[in-house]
């Protein structure tokens, strides 16, 4: 805000105009100074237009002649009289007058200079600081202006100007007090740097050098905090900072304290602060000046600090206190900076940085034990690495929710057809790189890998990744070599008490709790999702009879195929004994249960009509038959169609479904049906037969004498027709047991050899004594080598 002049005309004095801000006095001089300028130009005009003055400007210059003269005379008088006395007499009435007038001015000088250094102080500090100039300087001009403040506030009438001008120098107090703070917690300057800023600090605050002492110990562990408050994306780098700030704080108090910081402040004793060549080199204070104006106090005031109050012994104390409180907040500083972080190579490099880091330097820290400290170091970061690696072992649940997921997907889809190799050979186009997207195509077609399956696997991969990188962990942590580090680098008495186990702790130990945690953790994630899949498994597969429930079967096999292919890779060793598989029988049984009778029950179905529809169709299918008597050489149209349907159903479903452990479940479900199916057949044959029995021979009758009247060929074939219904039942009967040998051998196990031999037993077939029916398996074993291939599935 801009100030205006006062009116010089209520002035009762030429003192007055001095009362006011130097500004203001500027401004009613330059006020003055044209008022007069401007009453001269009129006074000239009025000259110049009056005649009348000009003969009064002659009257003057005589005037003036006659007073020339009288003024020479008197010179001459004046010279006669200069003689030494005279001159000492005059001298010394000359500097009584001075002092009389001194005396009655020095209040009024007094404060022009005192208002003129305080307002000139704050601008005089905010340039030093600018320019990151001292801070000692600047500490001396904020004692000077303190003490020019303290002599303007005992003024009876006190400007408010000057409490204006205090609050800048506060404000500049504050900021002084920040850089030397920021100078204190860095470890980049220099110990002179280092010790001019303690040195500024002490000035500034009035403090001992215990204070001074205390209080950069206090920067020094806010700054540690600092750094490990920071983590981030950098958690390494400000961890190592937070680490070596520890260990350099105690080697800079050990240099400093107390020898070097006393000998700084004894030197301020030197001489008054004015009289600082540093402080009248400031031209804005103009000390040259207003040195002799400013007042007794400030312009005598030397420092007096307690230079010597602090002994080696306290500062000795002091720092193994604060050693050991400042390691401790380092650990749970660590500690809570590792709460948030999940990388294993991240914690992995700072605990070798931060372990090496201790090795070399560690030693230095007063009032520690190295090996004490390089324990909790190993504990800590120990414990999280291990945290992490059980972490993502328990993110396994991901997996069971994206496979939860999916089979909501797959369960609202009524597409059972398997995917077709022939459809991704017309999709191939780009056949780049040695046709590896072609070949990658063509290999998940056929092992029924689609969008879900694809999407599951991904995510068990993403994770085993996740999991598999502590193993890269541990490679690192073994092959790191400490001895070469303690031996070149640490002194004797820290290494007795590391230890001759040094290598074996960090290289041998640590690996090792690293690994057993993880694979404790892997084998406590292996068993959690075998729960879960056991879970999913019995609330999708409770109706075996549901499309959706085959749907989802088909589904989590793929599934638990890829998973189980995938579990031997995790482990940490090449040796290492690979991990149990979760997918136990009880998960995969029901699975393949549910799968094989969604194959068995249409085909199974559809053989028995075909057998029943055969039943009452007269067939001469038995001139085919070979050796003597003749016996079946090849299977039924039926028994070939159901193994043919029943191969189809099975490649239709997908061909990548059927392990050896899914096909047994379906042969065995496939060799007692089809058992059944034959005895009931079998039984079928024999009781028709016998109802049959008179009716039959009436029909025989009655063609035979219907067969007189027809012509020779006709005769003919009537005659080499079964004569009788028990000819045709023993036929039937040995084409039903050869179709039952041959399905026998794609579907036959040994649990259903009993059965067999029961049936054949109840059958009751004329003529099939042991040689025949040796012929029979050996026919059916003849033919079943050479259809084999067609039956791949159930090979």
């Given at each position: ?123 005089v500090m905010a340039r030093l600081t600018k320019r990151e100039g001292s801070y000692l300087v600047i500490a001396k001009v904020l004692v000077i202006s303190r003490l020019v403040h303290k002599a303007l506030g005992q003024r009876a009438n006190q400007p408010p100007i000057v409490d204006q001008l205090w609050e ?541 009247t027809n012509s020779d060929t006709e005769e003919t074939e009537v005659k080499e027709s079964p004569s009788n219904d028990q000819e045709l039942k023993d036929s039937r009967h040995k084409q039903l047991l050869f179709d039952l040998l041959y399905i026998q051998r794609f579907v036959g196990t040994s649990s259903e ?43």
């Open positions: 805000m801009a100030h205006e002049a006062p009116d010089a005309r209520t002035f009762q004095s030429w003192e007055d105009a001095f009362q006011h801000p130097i500004p203001v006095v500027q401004k009613l001089e330059r006020q003055l100074r044209t008022n007069a300028d401007e009453n001269r130009e009129k006074l000239r005009s009025l000259v110049g237009a009056s005649y009348r003055s000009l003969l009064d400007t002659a009257e003057t210059i005589i005037d003036m002649e006659v007073r020339m003269e009288q003024v020479e005379s008197k010179l001459s008088i004046v010279g006669q009289r200069c003689n030494a006395r005279g001159v000492a007499s005059i001298s010394t009435n000359a500097d009584k007058m001075d002092k009389h007038i001194q005396s009655r001015d020095a209040e009024r000088y007094t404060f022009a200079a005192q208002l003129s250094v305080l307002r000139n102080a704050p601008l800048r120098l506060l404000s500049m107090r504050r900021k002084l007090l920040r850089r030397v703070d920021k100078r204190l917690a860095s470890t980049k300057g220099e110990t002179a740097s280092l010790v001019e800023s303690m040195c500024a600090y002490a000035l500034a605050t009035s403090s001992t050098p215990t204070d001074v002492l205390q209080h950069f110990l206090k920067v020094r562990l806010e700054k540690t905090n600092s750094e490990l408050s920071q983590g981030g994306d950098e958690l390494a780098k400000h961890g190592i900072s937070a680490l070596k700030l520890c260990i350099q704080t105690c080697l800079d108090v050990q240099t400093v304290f107390p020898r070097r910081l006393a000998e700084a402040l004894g030197k301020l004793k030197a001489h008054p602060l004015i009289q600082d060549p540093a402080i009248r080199a400031l031209y804005e204070l103009n000390l040259d000046i207003h040195d002799r104006w400013v007042g007794d106090e400030a312009r005598n005031y030397t420092p007096w600090p307690r230079h010597d109050e602090l002994q080696r012994s306290e500062a000795e104390r002091i720092l193994h206190r604060w050693s050991k409180d400042a390691i401790a907040a380092f650990l749970k500083g660590i500690k809570k900076a590792l709460h948030e972080e999940d990388r294993l190579k991240e914690v992995a490099s700072l605990r070798q940085e931060l372990i090496e880091t201790w090795i070399l330097s560690g030693a230095r820290m007063a009032g520690v034990k190295s090996a004490n400290v390089l324990d909790d170091l190993r504990d800590t970061m120990n414990e999280k690495l291990e945290s992490i690696v059980r972490s993502r072992t328990d993110g396994l649940q991901s997996v069971v929710s994206e496979l939860a997921s999916r089979l909501a997907t797959v369960s609202s889809s009524r597409n059972m057809s398997a995917l077709s190799l022939w459809d991704e050979t017309i999709k191939a186009s780009d056949l780049s790189n040695g046709a590896q997207l072609f070949k990658s195509n063509i290999l998940n077609t056929y092992q029924g890998r689609d969008e879900s399956v694809i999407s599951v696997t991904s995510a068990f991969d993403k994770w085993m990744d996740s999991v598999l990188e502590v193993k890269g962990i541990v490679k690192s942590m073994k092959e790191a070599r400490w001895d070469d580090t303690f031996a070149d680098d640490v002194d004797d008495e820290s290494d007795d008490e590391l230890g001759d186990s040094k290598q074996a702790l960090l290289s041998d130990d640590d690996p090792k709790l690293l690994e057993e945690a993880t694979q404790e953790a892997l084998g406590e994630a292996m068993q959690n999702i075998g729960r879960a899949f056991s879970v999913l498994v019995s609330t999708n597969t409770k109706d075996d009879e549901s499309l959706w429930a085959v749907q989802k079967a088909t589904f989590i096999l793929r599934v638990i195929r890829e998973m189980g292919d995938r579990i031997p890779r995790l482990r940490l060793q090449d040796r290492s004994s690979p991990l149990a598989s979760p997918f136990t029988s009880d998960i995969l049984q029901p699975l393949h249960t549910a799968l094989a009778s969604s194959v068995v029950r249409p085909t199974m179905e559809a053989y028995r009509t075909s057998l029943s529809t055969s039943f009452n169709i007269r067939t001469d299918d038995h001139i085919l038959w070979e050796g003597h008597p003749p016996l079946p050489s090849q299977p039924s149209p039926s028994a070939f169609r159901y193994l043919r349907d029943l191969n189809k159903n099975m490649a239709a479903t997908g061909s990548d479904l059927w392990t050896s452990e899914c096909v047994e479940v379906l042969k065995s479900k496939v060799a007692g049906e089809v058992i059944d199916v034959i005895g009931e057949c079998l039984h079928d044959i024999s009781a028709y037969s016998e109802d049959n029995n008179g009716s039959t021979e009436k029909q025989d009758v009655e063609e035979t004498m219907e067969a007189s050899e009993g059965k067999l031999t029961t049936m054949l037993e109840k059958a009751e077939v004329g003529d099939v004594d042991e040689a025949a029916m040796n012929r029979l398996r050996k026919n059916a074993a003849e033919y079943a080598k050479k259809t084999y291939l067609l039956f791949a599935l159930l090979a």
